[in-house]
Structure formats: structure tokens, C-alpha cells
């Protein structure tokens, strides 16, 4: 395959992907506007798309200005146009891109997380979602390390391993892991810097292994409770809120293997969330598979329910 032939395809695919990511956005946010912030519903199909094809898109645009020199026009993959035509061809079809990619996520901050954040949860957590990878580009392109500065070239050091909190911290500045709106305190329970009770180290691990194999952001809801007899109380457990990610995250983690090796103690959701017939496809309790009653279902249709072994 031509590097001229490459790219050309690589663009086309790319383009296909931002035109489905960026009409379904402004189409559901075209309802919330017309409804002035009445709850839109949409299927759960309609979401999985969106949510996925979103994820692809935003991992794109920040794998390509990470491997950017700062202040140099991004590039179409490994394509290195040779005519003045093609420079300003290539330097075009980036150009737009990237503008409908801020201009979709942008309108989806606004609408779904500043005007009506009650309207649509998707929107709602692309908008918040895509606020952080925003954040990420930026870094990626200027090469800026979140904790202030430029980044030192990977020769010129021998980077030690990063601890837990260090790996969760960076997902966070990554948009990977977001928190549900209002609920500052969420933060640092998972990084443990908050005060009393704190989340166990093996579900920071299991929030960090999540939050890796998940194609698009999860978006923590619950962590620590102060009384009951639930795992949150001991901080073992976690709830995913944007449950809408049911179908790509859950097959990759509910598995007898999975399970296992992430050391998962409990996971807990209503399948029919997700349009399954069996409400309990994806459930374990004490690491073995298992079926809830219909009211522990109930109480878990709008968050995914993770905890970690003791």
C-alpha cells in the first residue's frame, strides 16, 4: 500500500467517523435546545454509537498532536505532502477536522453540562468528557506536563514507575476517569487525599484498570458511603454513573478470567439497562457468577456497581 494511498484511506475512514460522531452530537443537542432543556431520551443503540464513536475520534485527534512538534501543522498519519498544493491540501483537511471536533464538543459542554445538564445524560458526559481530552491535546501539542512545565524528551531521564495515585491522576488529566458534575470530593477519595475513611489501594487498582480497558471515559458517581452495610462504606466499592457504556465495557471485564485477575469482588447492573433479556448477564458476587433479586436490579439500572476483594 502507497503512503499517498494510506493516507488518503486513513482520512476517509477518520472523516466517515467524525461525521457520525459530530451528527448524532448536534442532533440530540438540537432536541435539548428545541425542548429549552426537557429530558431528551434516545435509544440505547443511538448512545452506544456516540459514546464509541467519540472515544475514536478524540483518541485521534490527541494521538496525532502528541507526535506533533509545537507550533508545526498536524499531519495526516505518516504522510508528507511534497508540493505546495499538497501542504495546503493536507493542511485543510486537518484544519477542519479539528474544527468540527472542537466545535461539536464544545456545543456539547455548553448545552449538556452550562445550560441543561439535566436534559440528556450523554450529552451531559460527552461535554464533561470531552472538556478533559480538550485539556489532554492541549498538553499533548505543547508537550506541557499537567504538573506545570514543558516535557523533558524521554532520553534525557529514566521516568521511575508511577505509583497508583500518580496512574490515576494521569487518566484523570487524560479525561478517562470524570466525575459526576458537583460532586468535587469524588476526586479525592480515589486519589486517597481526602480525610477518614479511604478507598483500598486494590480499588484504586481496579478503578485504573477500568478506566483502561473502557473505549470511552467512565464517570465515577459513588465512592465512599459513611454508614450501611455496603462495600462503599470500606471504600471497596465504586459506581460507574454514564451506565450507557454497559455494552462495550462490561463483556470486556465480566468474565470468570477477568474477574479474577482484576480482583473483583462484586459487579452489579440490570442488563436490561442495556437491552438484554438477562438481568443478570454480567454479575458476580465473591468473585463467582451470580443473580440478583429484582430489587437489587432496581437500585442498579442507572450506575454500574464495581467492588474490589477484600
Given at each position: 500500500?502507497?503512503?499517498?494511498?494510506?493516507?488518503?484511506?486513513?482520512?476517509?475512514?477518520?472523516?466517515?467517523?467524525?461525521?457520525?460522531?459530530?451528527?448524532?452530537?448536534?442532533?440530540?443537542?438540537?432536541?435539548?435546545?428545541?425542548?429549552?432543556?426537557?429530558?431528551?431520551?434516545?435509544?440505547?443503540?443511538?448512545?452506544?454509537?456516540?459514546?464509541?464513536?467519540?472515544?475514536?475520534?478524540?483518541?485521534?485527534?490527541?494521538?496525532?498532536?502528541?507526535?506533533?512538534?509545537?507550533?508545526?501543522?498536524?499531519?495526516?498519519?505518516?504522510?508528507?505532502?511534497?508540493?505546495?498544493?499538497?501542504?495546503?491540501?493536507?493542511?485543510?483537511?486537518?484544519?477542519?477536522?479539528?474544527?468540527?471536533?472542537?466545535?461539536?464538543?464544545?456545543?456539547?459542554?455548553?448545552?449538556?453540562?452550562?445550560?441543561?445538564?439535566?436534559?440528556?445524560?450523554?450529552?451531559?458526559?460527552?461535554?464533561?468528557?470531552?472538556?478533559?481530552?480538550?485539556?489532554?491535546?492541549?498538553?499533548?501539542?505543547?508537550?506541557?506536563?499537567?504538573?506545570?512545565?514543558?516535557?523533558?524528551?524521554?532520553?534525557?531521564?529514566?521516568?521511575?514507575?508511577?505509583?497508583?495515585?500518580?496512574?490515576?491522576?494521569?487518566?484523570?488529566?487524560?479525561?478517562?476517569?470524570?466525575?459526576?458534575?458537583?460532586?468535587?470530593?469524588?476526586?479525592?477519595?480515589?486519589?486517597?487525599?481526602?480525610?477518614?475513611?479511604?478507598?483500598?489501594?486494590?480499588?484504586?487498582?481496579?478503578?485504573?484498570?477500568?478506566?483502561?480497558?473502557?473505549?470511552?471515559?467512565?464517570?465515577?458517581?459513588?465512592?465512599?458511603?459513611?454508614?450501611?452495610?455496603?462495600?462503599?462504606?470500606?471504600?471497596?466499592?465504586?459506581?460507574?454513573?454514564?451506565?450507557?457504556?454497559?455494552?462495550?465495557?462490561?463483556?470486556?471485564?465480566?468474565?470468570?478470567?477477568?474477574?479474577?485477575?482484576?480482583?473483583?469482588?462484586?459487579?452489579?447492573?440490570?442488563?436490561?439497562?442495556?437491552?438484554?433479556?438477562?438481568?443478570?448477564?454480567?454479575?458476580?458476587?465473591?468473585?463467582?457468577?451470580?443473580?440478583?433479586?429484582?430489587?437489587a436490579l432496581d437500585d442498579h439500572k442507572t450506575h454500574i456497581h464495581f467492588a474490589a476483594a477484600a
Amino acid at each position: 500500500m502507497s503512503t499517498r494511498f494510506g493516507a488518503v484511506f486513513g482520512a476517509t475512514l477518520a472523516f466517515a467517523l467524525l461525521a457520525l460522531f459530530s451528527c448524532s452530537t448536534l442532533s440530540l443537542i438540537l432536541q435539548i435546545v428545541a425542548t429549552k432543556g426537557a429530558e431528551v431520551t434516545v435509544e440505547t443503540g443511538y448512545i452506544y454509537v456516540l459514546t464509541m464513536v467519540g472515544g475514536l475520534v478524540s483518541a485521534l485527534v490527541i494521538a496525532q498532536l502528541s507526535v506533533t512538534k509545537p507550533g508545526a501543522a498536524p499531519g495526516v498519519g505518516g504522510f508528507q505532502p511534497e508540493s505546495t498544493f499538497g501542504i495546503y491540501a493536507t493542511n485543510s483537511v486537518v484544519a477542519v477536522y479539528l474544527f468540527v471536533w472542537i466545535f461539536t464538543g464544545l456545543a456539547a459542554l455548553i448545552v449538556g453540562v452550562m445550560l441543561y445538564p439535566n436534559a440528556n445524560k450523554t450529552i451531559s458526559d460527552l461535554g464533561t468528557t470531552w472538556l478533559g481530552l480538550a485539556v489532554s491535546a492541549a498538553y499533548a501539542y505543547f508537550g506541557i506536563k499537567p504538573g506545570g512545565g514543558a516535557a523533558v524528551p524521554e532520553a534525557a531521564t529514566v521516568q521511575p514507575i508511577a505509583s497508583i495515585g500518580q496512574q490515576l491522576q494521569q487518566q484523570i488529566d487524560q479525561g478517562k476517569i470524570t466525575f459526576d458534575i458537583g460532586k468535587p470530593e469524588l476526586k479525592d477519595e480515589l486519589l486517597g487525599t481526602n480525610n477518614g475513611t479511604k478507598v483500598t489501594s486494590k480499588l484504586q487498582s481496579l478503578v485504573l484498570e477500568l478506566s483502561k480497558l473502557s473505549p470511552v471515559s467512565i464517570r465515577i458517581s459513588e465512592l465512599l458511603r459513611p454508614s450501611g452495610d455496603s462495600h462503599h462504606v470500606a471504600g471497596r466499592a465504586v459506581d460507574i454513573g454514564n451506565e450507557e457504556i454497559a455494552n462495550s465495557l462490561l463483556p470486556l471485564v465480566a468474565t470468570d478470567a477477568k474477574v479474577t485477575q482484576l480482583g473483583i469482588d462484586e459487579i452489579i447492573f440490570d442488563a436490561a439497562v442495556a437491552g438484554d433479556a438477562d438481568r443478570n448477564k454480567w454479575n458476580y458476587d465473591v468473585g463467582l457468577k451470580h443473580s440478583y433479586d429484582g430489587a437489587a436490579l432496581d437500585d442498579h439500572k442507572t450506575h454500574i456497581h464495581f467492588a474490589a476483594a477484600a
